[in-house]
């Protein structure tokens, strides 16, 4: 990583100001699959950070994402440039204003997430709709059906003593889709900002409460509806305790989570109970879940099970750190979906190089893996590995 400070003189050329700072990193990654990647890969991302300072206490920054990747095509070239995680932001000690491939206001909620998280709000015909809502997706890509684009969303939050608020919106282009990848020119909307959030909280000692408002979010049975939810949570006795509930067009239900460490273990279970509107035809009701984490010395060990609405999931994984750098991490994982980690098992064995290097070796099989080579990012519990199926050898660097 390099920090350059630019002279005064170029600052008062390039933004008329007397004090900037321009920060760059990068990583890279050279590897060999034999199934997903079809043999050798390569990737590459140069990541910038520039802030300036303004008068009054205020600061404004900006940061981007420069990704090089494979490319797919037969001749040779330096692959496809893509962009991401591009943000411009001006912000203070009590106030930030952000606008890009920024948070939404859903993240920095508190409550029982089980009641209201991307498990359980996704219909079964656009499964990808809650997590594009609440995570702005710069592809384009927001509804199934792509007559929706998100290119960006803004982002207000502001803190005061123990209050914080946090409020968002995503910046859609809106398209009439006359047939697959076909749009008309007529009735095009840009720059619409929908899908508004309102995210309170207060923290008063032992206990805390929170606030949620999103509009047209994607739920259990339907999307396009209103959803608000009201958490409270406490912390005695060692455990955290936590109660929420939510109301939506369609549906109404209340969770309870508690997490209790003991040792180098913590111990977590969650309830939630739903009443579904007779017109819904949803007849499960309720979702529970438990899970053991463990960390110790160089063991690390994870295991869950779940039955959300009559489906089970459950996953067990762990690592051991041998010390001199290597770190062995393997796992099972039984989900009742799709896409990334539905019947997924894995090993991974990674070598710490120094600098920043490092030399990792895996090998990963899933049930609904098909000849396409859609399932390329089999996510771990452990570590926050995204392994490509099959059989992987890479050399990655950061800098």
Do not use: C, H, R
């Not at 997903?36 to 990737?43: N, R």
């Not at 997590?131 to 969303?153: C, H, K, M, Q, W």
């Not at 063991?299 to 099970?305: H, K, L, N, S």
């Not at 959300?308 to 750098?325: K, N, P, R, T």
């Amino acid at each position: 990583m390099k920090n350059i400070l630019l002279s005064s003189a170029a600052i008062a050329l390039l933004a008329g100001a007397a004090s900037a700072e321009v920060t760059w990193s990068g990583d890279a990654e050279i590897g060999y699959n034999d199934d997903v990647e079809d043999g050798f890969y390569y990737d590459a991302g140069l990541y910038v950070n520039l802030s300036q300072e303004l008068n009054n206490g205020w600061t404004a920054s900006a940061s981007l994402d420069v990704d090089l990747e494979s490319s797919a095509d037969d001749t040779f070239s330096m692959g496809d440039v893509d962009t991401s995680d591009w943000v411009l932001s001006i912000s203070n000690d009590m106030f930030s204003l952000s606008f890009g491939d920024v948070d939404t206001a859903y993240a920095s909620f508190s409550g029982v997430s089980a009641l209201y998280d991307n498990d359980l709000f996704a219909p079964a015909d656009a499964a990808d709709d809650y997590e594009d809502i609440y995570d702005v997706d710069t592809t384009g890509d927001l509804a199934a059906d792509d007559t929706d684009g998100a290119t960006a969303g803004i982002l207000l939050t502001a803190t005061y003593g123990d209050f914080s608020a946090a409020a968002s919106g995503i910046v859609i282009d809106e398209f009439n889709l006359v047939a697959p990848g076909v749009y008309t020119a007529a009735d095009k909307s840009n720059g619409d900002i929908e899908y508004g959030q309102l995210a309170l909280a207060y923290d008063f000692g032992m206990f805390n409460a929170g606030l949620l408002y999103a509009e047209d979010a994607v739920n259990l049975v339907a999307d396009d509806e209103n959803m608000t939810v009201l958490s409270l949570g406490a912390a005695f006795a060692g455990a955290d305790f936590g109660f929420s509930y939510m109301d939506t067009d369609d549906v109404t239900g209340f969770g309870l989570d508690v997490s209790y460490p003991v040792g180098p273990v913590t111990l977590g279970a969650y309830y939630v109970s739903y009443d579904f509107d007779a017109a819904t035809g949803v007849t499960e009701d309720d979702a529970y879940g438990v899970s053991v984490d463990y960390a110790d010395g160089p063991i690390t060990v994870a295991a869950y099970y779940e039955e959300i609405l009559g489906e089970e999931e459950y996953a067990i994984e762990g690592a051991y750190d041998f010390g001199m750098g290597l770190v062995v991490t393997a796992g099972y994982i039984d989900g009742d979906d799709t896409d990334d980690n539905d019947f997924a098992s894995y090993i991974v064995a990674e070598y710490d190089l120094g600098g920043g290097a490092s030399f990792l070796a895996s090998y990963a099989d899933a049930t609904n893996y098909d000849e396409s080579g859609d399932l390329d990012d089999i996510d771990t519990g452990v570590n926050g590995y995204e392994l490509n199926y099959g059989a992987t050898l890479a050399l990655s660097f950061e800098f």
